[in-house]
């Protein structure tokens, strides 16, 4: 009977630590398509209020769809699939003994979503953003704000255009030498004259 009693006593608590059991898809699996949900089975009971379950893809993006469903034994997690590659699935569950059991499972989904083409609002923001065709040298101005400021009526002149100072006339500084000349040639060709008739 003390033979029987020390052989039963040892199961009891080893009975109460849980243990994990397997999981769809298994560890290590490579997937071409993507499961709809990630299960996995424990030895015993699983209690949710002690229950943590990650998903993490490629570049540590999440990809659990949800919250864990629990069943019995059974957890399972709505898997949201993306970029093709290594999916980590970690859980942390509880034991009757109040020790934890932790762990990973590893598989690799070999075709991942496709890339999302860009809305029409991308693309609309998109083009104006090219740059503007340079002129062509041989256009011609069509308005004459196009000609250069010279052309426009009630321009300023331009920095190299001196212009008459103020209280004189343009025009009259520049007859009087014209008008001076004939009278001052006259005078000459007479003084000539005479000296030449006084030598004679």
Do not use: C
Not at 26 to 34: E, H, K, L, S, W
Not at 85 to 106: F, K, M, Q, T
Request: net charge positive.
């Amino acid at each position: 009977m003390a033979l029987g009693v020390f052989l039963v006593s040892p199961a009891t608590p080893a009975a109460a630590h849980n243990s994990f059991t397997g999981s769809v898809p298994a560890n290590g699996a490579r997937a071409a398509t993507a499961p709809a949900r990630i299960e996995l089975r424990f030895l015993s009971k699983v209690d949710p209020g002690n229950t943590e379950i990650t998903v993490t893809g490629p570049d540590n993006v999440p990809a659990a769809g949800g919250p864990p469903t629990f069943s019995g034994s059974r957890v399972a997690v709505p898997f949201k699939a993306g970029a093709a590659g290594l999916y980590i699935v970690g859980y942390r569950v509880g034991s009757a003994d109040g020790h934890p059991v932790s762990g990973e499972i590893r598989f690799t989904l070999t075709t991942g979503t496709p890339a999302q083409p860009p809305s029409s609002s991308a693309t609309a923001a998109a083009s104006p953003s090219a740059a503007p065709s340079a002129p062509s040298s041989d256009a011609v101005p069509s308005s004459p704000s196009a000609a250069g400021p010279s052309s426009v009526a009630g321009a300023p002149p331009s920095a190299g255009t001196r212009s008459p100072a103020a209280g004189t006339s343009s025009d009259d500084g520049a007859a009087w030498p014209w008008l001076l000349a004939p009278v001052v040639l006259l005078v000459v060709l007479a003084a000539v004259f005479l000296a030449l008739r006084r030598r004679r």
